[in-house]
């Protein structure tokens, strides 16, 4: 079964660091793009960042640039958003999703089902 269980979220004040974990069975994240993305109360689900099954990252934003990475540990099956110098406006749920294909190789998207993180002092 397809599946991806995102943690790590919580309460953190500004300036703080998170890690968050996306745990990913069914599939292998290293042949697949895994992205993460954001969805602040009253606002749209945001992308921030990206990796390409090759391992090449995007940061989405130029607010998140130099403050959050992307990486995956293929051991683990996991794919990582380390944040860091956090701020209130990044409080947000944070998705974890993937780009795979069913058994007629058509490509669809899998999301987890969120993590709170919420930036406060």
């Known amino acids: 079964q397809v599946q991806l269980v995102e943690s790590g979220g919580g309460l953190v004040q500004p300036g703080g660091s998170l890690r968050l974990s996306c745990a990913a069975s069914?599939?292998?994240?290293?042949?697949?793009?895994m992205n993460w993305f954001r969805q602040a109360p009253g606002k749209e689900r945001e992308l921030v960042a990206s990796?390409?099954?090759?391992?090449?990252?995007?940061i989405a934003a130029d607010s998140m640039k130099g403050r959050f990475t992307i990486s995956r540990d293929n051991a683990k099956n996991t794919v990582y958003l380390q944040m860091n110098s956090l701020k209130p406006e990044d409080t947000a749920v944070y998705y974890c999703?993937?780009?795979?294909?069913?058994?007629?190789?058509?490509?669809?998207?899998?999301w987890g089902q969120g993590t709170q993180v919420t930036v406060s002092s």
């Open positions: 999703n993937a780009l795979i294909e069913d058994s007629a190789n058509t490509p669809y998207h899998v």
């Open positions: 990796l390409t099954s090759a391992g090449g990252s995007t």
């Open positions: 069914g599939f292998t994240v290293s042949s697949h793009a």
